[in-house]
């Protein structure tokens, strides 16, 4: 049985929702210790009202057609828990963080979104409109995918994979990978060109983070290894107690050299040292 463009389209879309509702609860352990400690820690709450403008604008695109009900279901999801996020951020945020979030959700989530709908609905019309807010909304899309390349230059500066999890990399990249294949198979542009990028920056995030994970930690940890062989080598010298060539009847003094440096400091204060096996041929 070969399945249709349609019912293809249904399938990614179903699995889109799937995989998306699950990156949509990664915050969810963030945000659990926010509300136990009372306090935003200095999170930023950019990122969750972005993905609500993201969501509202989708929203909207999806209205303006018939049949985008897998679009509609897993946005309205998005919609509910950004502003779910964004709620506790201003609970638990001190004074500036409420003033500059709920300025924040005034500028991106209330005026930038009405300004779009009003004017879209004033001077577009039909097939018009629905290109128009799928541009916006494809642009907005790209904005979001675009935000982990300053995470990637972090990693690359610091050399460290902590703030970029690989299990969120691969959700997002099996996420956009679902998304690009359901706006092919319902041919909508708007929803699959943006994944291709979602889909780059996500392959370019994990091959990071097995680069600074495991290669870099392993040639680092062997030249640490190699360091500390070197520094604790033990040496055991006979140094003379009296400042010539030591006999029989002088008592020499065994001393364990750990460090070149200590090496260095007998060299030149006792000369009259010999290491173990020179004294003993």
């Known amino acids: ?92 945020s001190p004074k500036a963080g409420k003033v500059g979030t709920l300025k924040m959700i005034a ?56 703030f970029m999890p690989f299990s969120l990399s691969f959700s997002l990249t099996i996420c956009a990978v679902v998304w690009f294949f359901y706006g092919i198979f319902a041919n909508d542009y708007f929803i699959a060109i943006p994944n291709v990028l979602g889909f780059i920056l996500g392959i370019a995030q994990m091959f990071l983070y097995v680069i600074f994970k495991y290669m870099i930690k392993k040639k680092r940890d062997e030249t640490t290894l190699e360091n500390h062989q070197e520094e604790t080598t033990e040496r055991p010298l006979y140094v003379s107690t009296a400042n010539n060539e030591p006999n029989h009847q002088e008592e020499l003094t065994v001393v364990s050299i750990t460090s070149p440096r200590q090496l260095e400091y007998f060299t030149e204060y006792h000369p009259m040292f010999m290491e173990r096996d020179e004294y003993l041929s």
């Open 1 to 92: 049985m070969v399945l249709t463009a349609k019912q293809l389209a249904f399938i990614c879309g179903l699995l889109g929702n799937m995989v998306s509702f699950l990156v949509l609860l990664t915050p969810m352990s963030t945000f659990y210790r926010i509300y136990k400690k009372k306090t935003s820690e200095g999170f930023e709450a950019l990122p969750y009202s972005v993905g609500l403008l993201s969501a509202s604008l989708l929203l909207y695109y999806a209205s303006l057609q018939s049949g985008k009900f897998l679009i509609i279901s897993i946005n309205i999801i998005a919609a509910f828990l950004q502003l779910f996020y964004l709620v506790l951020f201003v609970i638990y």
């Open 107 to 162: 500028l991106l989530n209330v005026a930038s979104l009405g300004t779009v709908m009003l004017l879209t609905i004033l001077f577009s019309k039909g097939p018009k409109r629905i290109i128009v807010v799928g541009y916006i909304a494809a642009g907005v899309n790209i904005a979001i995918f675009a935000a982990p390349l300053s995470i990637i230059k972090r990693v690359i500066q610091t050399r460290s994979v902590e």
